[in-house]
């Protein structure tokens, strides 16, 4: 696999990339330990992982079971170690190039959707449990996607200069996916008073669904990487 390829130049600021969420959490967690000089949850991902494990080994990583072996920075292995990928080896789109346009590229602010779905999202006015949870299930994934691997989180922004140029803010498992789009899809949230496009969030939510339910539809998780 060819890091270039992941390179931005005139790509939207934000893509979107099929991966296993849930083996993306698990790299994460083992990479933060490691960093630590602790690589013990590695040695453990490495042994109870096998795909994982092969995929480094067929990327030339001839030890995989020690982190400190492996020459790739933590935002190219997590990348590359969970990125889920086609018969020919190629990453696994989601959506069609028009879809992944819209998403990519939000006239507003630094040009994320996302940041700006969560900057003017509120919760219904209609009160109670069932609307809150809902809305508190937006922000937190919406948060888990944008910013798992974000400043917020002490010592990752090493997630952030990877190779090529290689920029990962967070990730969702493909439970996660589907617990978004149903959460978007339902009455718990609103928009605040002062959006500042006309129809913003409109546009946001159903660009938003529709390349959920195209990951769904692949039965997979996503990655959320910047680029210039």
């Known amino acids: 696999m060819d890091l270039k390829q ?18 993306a959490e698990a ?33 030339g990583m001839s030890n995989p079971e020690k982190r400190s072996s492996i020459s ?14 086609s018969k020919d080896g190629k990453p696994l789109p989601i959506g069609d190039g028009i879809l992944r ?14 940041n700006y779905m969560h ?3 509120r919760p219904n006015d209609q009160r109670g449990s069932k609307n809150d949870d809902g809305y508190e299930k937006i922000v937190t994934l919406i948060e888990n996607l944008s910013q798992r691997c974000g400043p917020s989180h002490v010592g990752h ?43 913003g969030m409109r546009d946001v939510s159903r660009n938003l669904i529709a390349v959920l339910r195209a990951a769904e539809r692949r039965d997979v998780g996503m990655f959320l990487r910047s680029h210039a």
């Open 72 to 85: 790739w920075d933590d935002a190219t292995v997590l990348f590359i170690g969970c990125v889920e990928l």
């Open 101 to 114: 346009e819209k998403v990519g590229r939000f006239p507003w602010g630094d040009g994320s959707l996302l």
């Open 157 to 199: 922004e090493r997630y952030h200069t990877g190779q090529a140029g290689l920029n990962i803010r967070g990730f969702l498992s493909k439970e996660q996916v589907r617990e978004l789009r149903l959460a978007l899809s339902g009455r718990s949230w609103s928009v605040t008073a002062d959006e500042p496009i006309d129809g």
């Open 119 to 121: 900057e003017f999202i």
């Open 6 to 23: 992941f390179e931005g130049g005139t790509s939207p600021f934000i893509t979107l990339d099929a991966c296993n969420g849930n083996r």
């Open 27 to 59: 790299v994460l967690n083992a990479l933060e330990s490691a960093a630590n000089g602790d690589e013990a949850l590695w040695n453990t991902l490495i042994t109870n992982d096998e795909a994982f494990k092969r995929r480094l080994i067929e990327q």
